[in-house]
């Protein structure tokens, strides 16, 4: 697992103009509107290992630049605030759900962007993993051992921790 920096940002409130959220996986670009009317969006990982709740100003200008190019009228919105929140990223890009080798010790992670939107499933599977210890049929892929074995290497993007595959 690598840990890298995601930050995001958000606006002064303003009249609804976005109802859902908007997302451009090739441009790692997402948007929606808070119930104070906050257009909340965010962007890239920064493209080093960090365990810093900051972003970087490069990043920073990537994102604007996303926003810019997709959605103009953000323009004229005054950004009040960012922050940067810490992503682990697992290297096929496909979260953990396993037991360890230590007797008791179970993990979770590895989440890597979409982790916020996966914690009920998530927690679902990984407290029938603890309760049984046994896996959870709907996360039975998701093995710790899949990285030493080659087997079970989830069949997707695969840029996980890989920060030059982004």
């Known amino acids: 697992i690598e840990s890298h920096v995601l930050q995001a940002f958000v606006t002064e409130g303003l009249k609804p103009c976005i109802d859902h959220v908007v997302t451009f ?12 009317g906050g257009l909340v969006f ?7 290992a960090s365990y810093a709740a900051r972003g970087n100003l ?3 200008e990537h994102v604007m630049e996303a926003a810019m190019t997709l959605m103009p009228m953000i323009g004229k919105a005054r950004v009040l ?10 290297p096929d890009g496909s979260p953990i759900i396993d037991r360890t080798g230590i007797d008791g010790l179970y993990l979770n992670c590895g989440w890597c962007y979409g982790g916020f939107k996966a914690v009920p ?8 993993l603890i309760a049984q210890d046994r896996h959870h049929d709907p996360a039975a892929r998701f093995r710790l051992d899949r ?20």
């Open 81 to 90: 605030r960012s922050w940067g929140g810490i992503m682990d990223m697992s």
């Open 121 to 128: 499933g998530s927690g679902f599977s990984f407290a029938h």
């Open 42 to 48: 965010g962007g890239d990982l920064d493209f080093y």
């Open 25 to 36: 996986g090739m441009g790692h670009f997402y948007i929606s509107q808070s119930d104070k």
């Open 58 to 60: 490069p990043m920073q």
């Open 147 to 166: 990285f030493s074995t080659g087997r079970g290497i989830m069949d997707e993007e695969g840029t996980g921790a890989q920060h030059n595959l982004h």
